[in-house]
């Protein structure tokens, strides 16, 4: 990808992260990566195109650290997923507990309005879903969890639990929230 075009990505993803997709404006773009309209449209042809091109660069971020690096790693079940945990405090502890889960924010802000924007984050959650799934096959393989739930609905649950947990941090701009969360997940399949 054209270096112009990566930076233009970066700095525009960062501001959606903060302001929403709907309130960052072109000219937001514009001033922050100091670039003209003309450059701007030389690489791409819309405010859509930019921001589809945003998921897709998070999506590869995200992809490598947390399916790449951790859910599909050689290490056990259980260590997966405590890592994944982990990894999310982190991240967010990092950020100040303030800007939410980049999908997670546009999911609430764009899905029922923008057909392209849900179907290409919906890949992202079942994406996430799916590896937790064979994860919990795993683990349910070898042992009884305290909940008696299939894989795939336990796996939604987590994601869910981890997706609102991150929104309530977000709106106290608590990090115990998040990690509280992951407290109950550790319980739920028996990490210690």
Avoid at 59 to 75: A, D
Avoid at 106 to 118: K, P, T
Avoid at 133 to 149: A, R, S, Y
Avoid at 177 to 182: E, I, S
């Amino acid at each position: 990808m054209n270096a112009k075009r990566e930076q233009i990505i970066e700095i525009a993803a960062s501001i959606v992260h903060s302001k929403g997709y709907e309130s960052t404006s072109i000219n937001d773009i514009l001033h922050a990566a100091q670039i003209g309209k003309g450059q701007f449209y030389h690489y791409f042809s819309s405010k859509e195109e930019m921001g589809l091109a945003i998921v897709d660069h998070c999506f590869e971020k995200w992809n490598h650290r947390v399916i790449k690096n951790i859910l599909e790693s050689e290490k056990e079940p259980k260590v997966k997923i405590n890592l994944m945990l982990e990894c999310a405090v982190q991240l967010h502890e990092n950020n100040g507990s303030k800007c939410g889960c980049f999908f997670g924010n546009l999911v609430i802000e764009l899905s029922e309005h923008n057909e392209a924007f849900r179907e290409k984050l919906n890949g992202v959650f079942e994406l996430w879903i799916n590896h937790l799934k064979t994860i919990l096959d795993e683990i349910m393989e070898h042992e009884d969890l305290p909940i008696k739930v299939d894989s795939h609905t336990l796996a939604q649950v987590i994601v869910s639990m981890m997706e609102g947990g991150i929104l309530l941090m977000k709106n106290r701009q608590d990090i115990q929230v998040l990690v509280n969360v992951a407290d109950v997940i550790k319980k739920m399949v028996n990490i210690q």
